[in-house]
T-cell receptor, first 111, second 112 residues
């Protein structure tokens, strides 16, 4: 199966709170899991990515948690800020193959 | 700025018409991907080219076609346009395939 299932579809978080977006996949051949951030009117841009040989990767306020056995991964945004309001896409890919994107999560951070 | 350029930025046309969207990948990138993004829809993968050859095909309609030229720029041709084709069309490039994709700013197509 080539699908990547992403939830929730939309998310509202208070400023300073933690935003959590979850993704699940089925194909164990996937070996690269990026998250993209898209602001209105712009193209998606890579935010952070992980490979399945590590369980967690942190870059500033953004953390990916990866559970290989459950075939799930999630994005945590700590101390969420209004500037984080955007659409977030998880994705999965195999070497030399196309990337499969989740359907996206619209995140809104309340000031 | 991702280094990927797309033209035009906006396009308004009528049903039944044909349009061509253009994408120039980052310098040195061999792979170009095309995506369609409609309202409330995720990124729908259309097609991938690698060094001039079609490499992967997604949910691309028969009315749509693409090609990648020797200078590595790519064009997406949309014909017999329908109202439902109104969307944002993105291209992305990578050095090879499967790793980080660098997206262009998109072309917003409106079919009236």
């Amino acid at each position: 199966q080539q699908q990547v299932k992403q939830s929730p579809q939309s998310l509202i978080v208070q400023k300073g709170g933690i935003s959590i977006i979850n993704c699940a996949y089925e194909n164990t051949a996937f070996d690269y899991f990026p998250w993209y951030q898209q602001f209105p009117g712009k193209g998606p841009a890579l935010l952070i990515a992980i490979r399945p040989d590590v369980s967690e990767k942190k870059e500033g306020r953004f953390t990916i948690s990866f559970n290989k056995s459950a075939k799930q991964f999630s994005l945590h945004i700590m101390d969420s800020q209004p500037g984080d309001s955007a659409t977030y896409f998880c994705a999965a890919s195999m070497q030399d193959d196309k990337i499969i994107f989740g359907k996206g999560t619209r995140l809104h951070i309340l000031p | 700025d991702s280094g990927v350029t797309q033209t035009p930025k906006h396009l308004i046309t009528a049903t039944g018409q044909r349009v061509t969207l253009r994408c120039s990948p980052r310098s040195g990138d061999l792979s170009v991907y095309w995506y369609q993004q409609s309202l409330d829809q995720g990124l729908q993968f259309l097609i991938q080219y690698y060094n001039g050859e079609e490499r992967a095909k997604g949910n691309i309609l028969e009315r749509f076609s693409a090609q990648q030229f020797p200078d590595l720029h790519s064009e997406l041709n949309l014909s017999s346009l329908e109202l439902g084709d109104s969307a944002l069309y993105f291209c992305a490039s990578t050095p090879g395939g499967g790793e980080t994709q660098y997206f262009g700013p998109g072309t917003r197509l409106l079919v009236l």
